[in-house]
């Protein structure tokens, strides 16, 4: 594990290191699962390791790579969204409308991903990224916000200036990993880079039709049903103090109160049962009672979330909960026949 967080260094009692990664892993705003980015056959390896140790786990791809840069074709304004549509080939983008000429060629960047939303985000502003710097199409310099040392930071910074006198009004965006290579090995890899850039512009210039120039690094929304967050459990347990549904009491918002009870069973593990009870206890108050309304999100497999309508609970156990959902009649897109089940309401 390279660049781990202050928080996950002290926890597991990791060296700092600041090598480059293979892949970037950092936890989903949800804290439902993960969200990888690297490229598509690391990806593989990365989900064959976690189905082998941690089993059913959920993963969404996009069906092109973030940064990758492709010859489009104008297909014309997008009724629903109001932006311009564009054929990549195998997938359409959207790109913000800036009155483009139907048919007109151009060559656009993935700027955000498709899962979630049916088609990919474009912009015609083109960067190149690489391992440690990333090409940019005006003549700055910037620096990740990772890098904190001002030596380092004025070093790189100096070192982008002369850089970007001698690109042609490229820019150069310094990445984390930047900070522990020296000047030969950046300024190869801002020549690799260079060279990329102009194979890109050949290769447009060569196609006559819709095609790839660059492939870039695809993401991986990683998600972790209840069953693997019971075997992250296990698996953290081997590791530092760990409550039961550690990792579902963290995901639903009591991160906190979790942290709290694991520093305490670790200075007074023969606690342990009495502050799981509390917690269990502390938690309980907010788990739905009979009657309770309850909103119902269907999350589809390619990452959108559809709002359903509201169920009502009808019934608690300690596994969980039994909702009622109301339906109105359709036999369009439920598909019910005239003998309707007696667990489904239907309203006319």
Known sequence: MVQPSQEVARRFGLPFRNDIPDVDIWDRSDLQGIVAIAYESILGKLTDVLRRRLGGVITRTPRVAKSSIYRGIVQGRDERTGQTRIDLGSISGLIPDRGLTRGQHMMVQIRAHDYGRKAPVLSSSITIPGRAAVLLPEPVVRLSTKIKDPDTRHNLSNLGRKIRDNTDNWGVLW?????????????????????????????????????????????????????????????????????????????????????????????????????TAKLDKIVSRDIPRVDDPVNIEHVKLDGRNIVLARGRVIETTVNGFVIRRQFRHTNRKLKLVKEYPDDVDVVG
């Open 175 to 275: 990445r984390t990993s930047a900070e522990n290579l020296t000047d030969k090995e950046l300024q190869d890899e801002v020549d690799d880079l260079l060279d990329i850039t102009q194979k890109v512009f050949n290769k447009y210039n060569e196609l006559e039709s819709t095609g790839i120039l660059f492939e870039g690094t695809s993401n991986a929304d990683i998600e972790f049903p209840s069953e693997v967050k019971e075997a992250l459990d296990k698996t953290r347990a081997k590791i530092k103090p760990t409550i039961n549904r550690h990792h579902f009491y963290k995901s639903a918002g009591y991160t906190s109160l979790v942290d709290l009870a694991e520093m305490v069973i670790e200075d007074r593990p023969e606690e342990r049962k009495y502050i």
